[in-house]
């Protein structure tokens, strides 16, 4: 739990709220970017794909929060669809994420990092490319 000052009191907030407007941002995308979970295997179900054979999204391990000294720090870990822009995905979703943590939250995180986990056509590609600003 975050907690913001301002001259009317003390709000305090979830984390879910952040991974809220973080999916968002991935949806925003219209299916080109999806949240990935960064462990290499979940028990019981081969890497990156479920029982039923569809790539796993969303779930655990796939958004970092965390409250420092400094302030909080995201890590968000993706897959891009193939024929989408790395640079395009990355910067895009870490753009959105400043400016709707401004617009709800009225706090700017201190370091947004997207980790793509790999590249998606008929096959996962494990990628590991990170960009951070």
Same mark, same amino acid.
């Given at each position: 739990?975050?907690?913001? #000052? ?16 973080? /999916?968002?941002?991935?949806? %925003?995308?219209? *299916?080109?970017? &999806? ?5 290499? @295997? +979940? =028990? *019981?179900? =081969?890497? *990156? @794909? %479920?029982? %039923?054979?569809? +790539?796993?999204? *969303? $779930?655990?391990? !796939?958004?970092?929060? #965390?409250? !420092?000294? &400094? $302030? ?32 709800? +939250?009225?706090?700017? =995180? ?6 793509? !986990?790999?590249? &998606?056509?008929?096959?996962?590609? @494990?990628?590991?490319?990170?960009? /951070?600003?």
């Amino acid at each position: 739990m975050f907690t913001i #000052e301002t001259t009317h009191g003390t709000i305090h907030y979830d984390d879910n709220i952040i991974r809220k407007i973080i /999916s968002k941002g991935v949806d %925003s995308f219209d *299916g080109k970017v &999806l949240l990935y979970n960064n462990v290499k @295997r +979940l =028990p *019981g179900i =081969p890497s *990156g @794909r %479920s029982r %039923s054979g569809n +790539l796993q999204t *969303g $779930g655990a391990n !796939t958004i970092k929060i #965390e409250e !420092t000294d &400094l $302030g909080t720090q995201i890590t968000v870990y993706i897959v891009v669809r193939f024929g989408m822009s790395i640079n395009e995905a990355t910067n895009g979703l870490i753009d959105y994420i400043y400016e709707y943590m401004e617009k709800i +939250l009225r706090i700017s =995180p201190v370091r947004v990092t997207v980790v793509v !986990t790999g590249v &998606l056509s008929k096959n996962l590609v @494990r990628r590991n490319i990170e960009v /951070s600003r």
